[in-house]
């Protein structure tokens, strides 16, 4: 896709890390869960996560486990396309609920770029099986910011959200996938 348009893809490094990591965004224990850093264009997985998102967050299979990381790898294009660097710019001088959305825009684009990449990669190499997709939008569902919250806190404040609502990220998954390009992904000028 990037060379379609006439661009170059850097692939991201992939850390696998257990308990606690040292990244160029700074520490990180396992209670971050997977994570971007496009400080130095690493993706960092904790090893624990994938066993939590089975027995913590009820998604499981290996699907769940590819949306997450191509979800982080979402974040990755979206250093290469520059889109961090805006947010970023934005949200220094945005207010709390503002910054927020913000981020919430951020991790909706990655899960349709998440969508995005198992619709390319099932179009050229023919790589999902029955059941992936659901496992996909299951995992999606799962860390849902609205369902975290309320098992964390017992009730659900949608200005807090950072990551967007079940529905909202299995939407963007799911468009994602259906349409399988990158315009379908502008979480910033959807409705």
């Not at 919430?104 to 990449?117: I, K, P, R, T, Y």
Request: hydrophobic share 40%; proline share 2%; glycine share 8%.
């Amino acid at each position: 896709v990037f060379r379609q348009a006439g661009r170059t893809y850097k692939e991201p490094k992939l850390v696998l890390f257990s308990g606690a990591v040292d990244s160029a965004c700074g520490m990180a224990d396992s209670a971050v869960g997977p994570f971007y850093c496009p400080a130095d264009q690493k993706v960092y997985l904790d090893l624990a996560f994938f066993d939590e998102l089975h027995s913590r967050f009820g998604a499981s299979g290996d699907f769940a486990r590819a949306y997450v990381i191509a979800h982080e790898i979402g974040h990755h294009v979206q250093t290469l396309l520059g889109i961090t660097n805006q947010v970023t710019r934005l949200q220094s001088t945005a207010t709390t609920t503002q910054r927020n959305r913000l981020s919430v825009l951020m991790e909706l684009q990655a899960d349709c770029l998440a969508g995005m990449w198992a619709h390319q990669a099932h179009k050229k190499r023919n790589i999902l099986e029955a059941g992936d997709i659901e496992e996909g939008l299951n995992a999606a569902s799962a860390v849902g910011d609205d369902r975290i919250q309320k098992r964390t806190r017992g009730y659900v404040v949608p200005d807090a959200f950072t990551h967007g609502s079940s529905a909202e990220r299995v939407r963007w998954f799911k468009r994602g996938f259906d349409q399988g390009n990158v315009q379908a992904c502008d979480t910033f000028k959807a409705d």
